[in-house]
């Protein structure tokens, strides 16, 4: 794939030439035809990106978790069964974007933001080695928690312990509120990561939990789940919310699958994933890139305001580096 077009410094980056814009959902007053183009343009809100994670939500439901009657009581056999399924849809995905990314590179270096290979040799690491580090705490921490999370959840709806929130009889109330917080699941993502993110950079929390996730400057697929268990245990909660108000156990695992899925391709290294020449896939990679590049912009994601509102949104361009360094210039200030 050519890289012609692709303009790098230096130091072998690149960023894209458009600034990073708010999703149209936080502009006001709403403009109806903008909102609808991009609630149901393609690509858009809806399609593919949600849409596809909400598809593979209702196949793993459907296909890969046990009926709900069965999860009354803690058993091994299907606590087992939902630790190996998430096993090896974390594998596959994680896993598969870097081999087709790093490994056999089939986009080549193409809308990658920068060319510094991952660490190795480093003691920051695992075995020194960034990836490998990345994939065991991946694997041995974010899929254990991850599979805790569910198990409980279904236990407790099974239960009758969550699922209390009163709709009525009706079947077209029922839906209805099922539909409406499917859509809403990536906002109360955005949300809850942007608060749980701005904890943890607290400094008690940063040092001793979120500065491990942080040793991936340079990032890849695995590097988004590479987390402290304690920072996982607070990413991961924003299925409580549905604890909450969810219809169904299926809004509950979405809005897990979500938070488990998103940190792949947020966290690819590039700014789209190219799906042949003209449909690129961005699940906020510029906008999560260079909260990992200047650690103190861009804590949640561009479907919530938060960040614009405190003033840590930064949009990629040279003006937006100019004003974070006055920023934190003056709170240094302050701070002394």
């Known amino acids: 794939m050519s890289e012609v077009s692709f303009d790098r ?12 814009t708010l999703a149209p959902i936080n502009n006001w007053p709403m403009k109806f035809p903008t909102m609808t183009k991009w609630l149901f343009g393609f690509p858009g809100f809806l399609w593919p990106y949600n849409a596809f994670w909400m598809g593979i ?4 439901w459907c296909y890969l978790t046990p009926d709900l009657s069965t999860m009354a009581t803690f058993e091994l056999w299907w606590v087992g069964l939902i630790f190996a399924r998430n096993l090896l849809l974390i594998t596959l995905l994680f896993g598969g974007l870097h081999l087709y990314l790093y490994v056999f590179q089939k986009q080549g270096n193409d809308h990658r933001f920068t060319t510094r290979p991952f660490a190795k040799g480093s003691k920051k690491f695992l075995f020194k080695n960034q990836v490998r580090d990345n994939m065991i705490r991946t694997l041995g921490s974010a899929v254990p928690i991850i599979t805790g999370y569910e198990v409980f959840t279904y236990w407790a709806f099974a239960n009758g ?7 009525g009889s009706s079947q077209v109330v029922f839906w209805s509120w099922f539909v409406l917080l499917t859509l809403l699941a990536p906002a109360i993502h955005a949300v809850h990561f942007y608060l749980g993110h701005r904890l943890l950079h607290v ?3 940063y040092n001793r939990f979120h500065a491990l996730h942080h040793r991936n400057v340079e990032v890849g697929p695995w590097s988004g789940l590479a987390m402290h268990p304690v920072e996982h245990l607070i990413y991961l909660s924003t299925l409580m919310v549905q604890w909450l108000i969810a219809a169904h156990p299926v809004n509950a695992l979405f809005q897990l699958q979500l938070a488990a899925f998103y940190p792949a391709l947020s966290h690819s290294g590039f700014d789209k994933l190219m799906i042949g020449k003209k449909l690129g896939i961005d699940g906020g990679n510029h906008f999560h890139y260079l909260h990992h590049k200047y650690f103190e912009c861009n804590y949640g994601g561009s479907l919530a305001p938060l960040d614009k509102w405190f003033g840590t949104f930064h949009d990629g361009s040279d003006k937006a580096d100019i004003a974070m360094r006055e920023r934190i210039k003056a709170r240094r200030n302050i701070v002394k």
């Not at 072998?12 to 030439?17: I, K, Q, T, V």
């Not at 312990?161 to 709709?167: K, S």
């Open 9 to 20: 410094n230096s130091r072998g980056e690149w960023r894209p030439s458009k600034p990073i």
């Open 57 to 60: 939500t209702l196949l793993t």
């Open 203 to 205: 400094k008690f929390l």
């Open 161 to 167: 312990y969550l699922g209390l929130f009163d709709l």
